[in-house]
């Protein structure tokens, strides 16, 4: 594996959007680190799939039932991540980000010029979350402690850096 440049970001509960004690963890220009382009079958490769071709919402909102990746395709986009407390992230073309379970996270501005790739762990099925305020909080918050850290990097498989990140 060649060297690439990541950046973590650490966001604690604001009341409102769960995050997480996991870093969300990007590989900027993550393609230029791999033979093969398609950032969908590198996650289906490495057991991220249930896969999807689109936008991000332009509401703030968190997946509690699993872990999310996120690959930009094409184009450019600001993202808000870690709710009202949290960091605006330029993302590029060949960026991908890794979500621990309960990340806020939504696109900023109202481009459309832009597709994101998305997979979680084990192909899950996702859930759509809001507020901790609308939602039973305690069930919330326990059920993103028990979600298991994935056995592959989404990019780069068993021995990616993900798992460098994500110790517990």
């Known amino acids: 594996m060649k060297q690439v440049d ?11 959007i769960p995050n997480n ?11 230029q680190h791999v033979a093969n382009k398609d950032f969908e ?21 968190f997946h509690s039932n699993t872990h999310e990746v996120l690959g930009l395709q094409s184009g450019q986009v600001s993202l808000m991540l870690g709710g009202k407390n949290g960091e605006i992230i330029n993302v590029e073309t060949g960026d ?28 899950a099925e996702w859930n759509l979350k ?16 028990n979600i298991p850290i994935p056995q592959k990097d989404p990019l780069f498989g068993i ?9 517990c």
């Open 130 to 145: 809001f507020s901790l305020q609308k939602e039973d909080s305690p069930s919330i918050l326990a059920e993103i402690a």
């Open 159 to 167: 021995d990616g850096p993900l798992s460098t990140y994500w110790k």
């Open 6 to 16: 990541i950046i973590t970001y650490y966001f604690k509960n604001d009341g409102d």
């Open 21 to 31: 004690i996991l870093p969300v963890v990007i590989y900027k220009n993550a393609l």
């Open 96 to 123: 991908m980000i890794i979500l621990p379970a309960g990340i806020g996270h939504y696109s900023v501005d109202n481009s459309v010029e832009y597709q994101f790739v998305g997979g979680y762990p084990n192909g």
């Open 41 to 61: 079958h590198l996650f289906c490769q490495n057991g991220w799939a249930n896969n999807w071709h689109d936008i991000i919402l332009t509401e703030d909102h």
